[in-house]
Nanobody, 121 residues
């Protein structure tokens, strides 16, 4: 059973930064696309960023483009989401996910529990 685990969430002031990490055991995440998805209270789930398997192509939703960076740590088999210039509207539960596909245009079938990110002064 594939299990994903997120870490790095917390409370940060507007304009601040946080880095989230996604790790797993039993599967080499380096081969597969991994995405970060967020859900704020009362809102639909939103795909924030994704990094493809093998080639490492990245894509972002428009609202975080230029502020968030998704990357891999191949040695640790982890995927990170560096979040800069955070805004109150970034407040949400952030989850990492994968569908064990190489491309980011596929569905996610495995999800972590999520980590809370709160942006507030």
């Amino acid at each position: 059973q594939l299990q994903l685990e997120e870490s790095g969430g917390g409370l940060v002031q507007p304009g601040g930064s946080l880095t989230l990490s996604c790790t797993t055991s039993g599967v080499n995440l380096n081969l597969y696309a991994v995405g970060w998805v967020r859900q704020a209270p009362g809102k639909e789930r939103e795909r924030v960023a994704c990094i493809s398997g093998r080639g490492g192509k990245t894509n972002y939703t428009d609202s975080v483009q230029g502020r968030f960076i998704i990357s891999r740590d191949n040695a640790k088999k982890a995927v990170h989401l560096q979040m800069n210039s955070l805004k109150p509207e970034d407040t949400a539960i952030y989850s990492c996910a994968t569908g064990l596909w190489a491309g980011c245009d596929r569905s996610y079938d495995f999800w972590g529990q999520g980590t809370q990110v709160t942006v507030s002064s």
